[in-house]
Antibody
Framework: QVQLVQSGAEVKKPGASVKVSCKASGYTFTGYYMHWVRQAPGQGLEWMGWINPNSGGTNYAQKFQGRVTMTRDTSISTAYMELSRLRSDDTAVYYC??????????????WGQGTLVTVSS | DIQMTQSPSSVSASVGDRVTITCRASQGISSWLAWYQQKPGKAPKLLIYAASSLQSGVPSRFSGSGSGTDFTLTISSLQPEDFATYYCQQANSFPKTFGQGTKVEIK
């Protein structure tokens, strides 16, 4: 079955960077866009961007432009999201989510289990 | 950015009740709308996409309708496992945006 397994929780200081991984299994990794969505504690969902694992092409929400980098390693079917210059309001659970349809970037299913990133001095 | 506004923010209901949640987009999004269910401590789960298409494996008591700016998620007969928070999401344009969520609580 399709599964996304993310890396473990991280604690970072303000100004540092964090890199979260998302290992995919059960499908052709290069056939589906991967999205990243975050959720601050007690808050709603915020889309950060997507990566096309086939080409490596990306599309980031303007809010994160310049601070986020999404990459992939097709040899191990893993997507990465790196966020730099961390601030306290970046404290959130970060999710990867595959697109529902091949070669599309609309709907998020399935999702990884989430990675809690805590930014604190 | 397209703003998505859900109502109500929370609803108290009993098992067996019919529950309706609405989502309004700040501009027309045709049928580019999805609904997700999220339980505490868990990742969201896709229920409905393209406004009214039921995702595989989702019970038929869930249904979606609407187009343009106004959309509805209906749970025809609320079950104990349906108590959760529900989010709408637009896919018409970038950035993808979500509603603020509607919490369905036990009455």
């Amino acid at each position: 079955q399709v599964q996304l397994v993310q890396s473990g929780a991280e604690v970072k200081k303000p100004g540092a960077s964090v890199k979260v991984s998302c290992k995919a299994s059960g499908y052709t990794f290069t056939g589906y866009y991967m999205h990243w969505v975050r959720q601050a504690p007690g808050q709603g969902l915020e889309w950060m961007g997507w990566i096309n694992p086939n080409s490596g092409g990306t599309n980031y929400a303007q809010k994160f432009q310049g601070r986020v980098t999404m990459t992939r390693d097709t040899s191990i079917s893993t997507a990465y999201m790196e966020l730099s210059r961390l601030r306290s309001d970046d404290t959130a659970v970060y999710y990867c989510a595959r697109d529902l349809k091949q070669w599309a970037h609309n709907w998020f299913d399935p999702w990884g289990q989430g990675t809690l990133v805590t930014v604190s001095s | 950015d397209i703003q998505m506004t859900q109502s109500p923010s929370s609803v108290s209901a009993s098992v067996g009740d019919r529950v309706t949640i609405t989502c309004r987009a700040s501009q027309g999004i045709s049928s580019w709308l999805a609904w997700y269910q999220q339980k505490p401590g868990k990742a969201p789960k896709l229920l409905i996409y393209a406004a009214s298409s039921l995702q595989s494996g989702v019970p038929s008591r869930f249904s979606g309708s609407g187009s343009g700016t106004d959309f509805t998620l209906t749970i025809s007969s609320l079950q104990p496992e349906d108590f959760a928070t529900y989010y709408c999401q637009q896919a018409n344009s970038f950035p993808k945006t979500f509603g603020q969520g509607t919490k369905v609580e036990i009455k």
